[in-house]
């Protein structure tokens, strides 16, 4: 090697590591607490007993699935419940990743898009409010 030449740097620090997808803060419950549409802990069937016409919904704590957080709504005279945050912790529909729940729930709110799942979709009309 040359005098005054630089040794070669070692291979890890020549290549960017891979880009990672880097999931958003997980939604704190403080955060959702604010939301009328926010329900806590509560089961599938009394989450159900809430809904009066398609378009209705509400955001609540899943009861068998600690951590995960469930989109209950009518569509079509029948309840659907969707999770909300993939396995990564990344808030998301079919085809968009959002920032946090609030942020899924207020664009489809504002665009009148429905969220696509797997076998439906869910228009968001109606937000059941909870009790204060």
Known sequence: MAAGAAAPLPLEDQWPSPPTRR???APTEEQLRQEPW????MSRRAAEKLLRADGDF????????????????MHAGQPKHL???DPE??????????????????YHLQNGQPIVAAESELHLRGVVKREP
């Open 89 to 106: 912790g990344v808030v998301r529909t079919k085809d968009v990743l959002f920032e946090s729940i609030s942020h899924l729930i207020d």
């Open 23 to 25: 999931a958003p803060i």
């Open 83 to 85: 999770l909300l945050v």
């Open 58 to 73: 509400l955001v609540r704590d899943s009861v068998t699935n600690p951590g995960q957080y469930v989109l209950t709504g």
């Open 38 to 41: 926010y329900h806590g802990q």
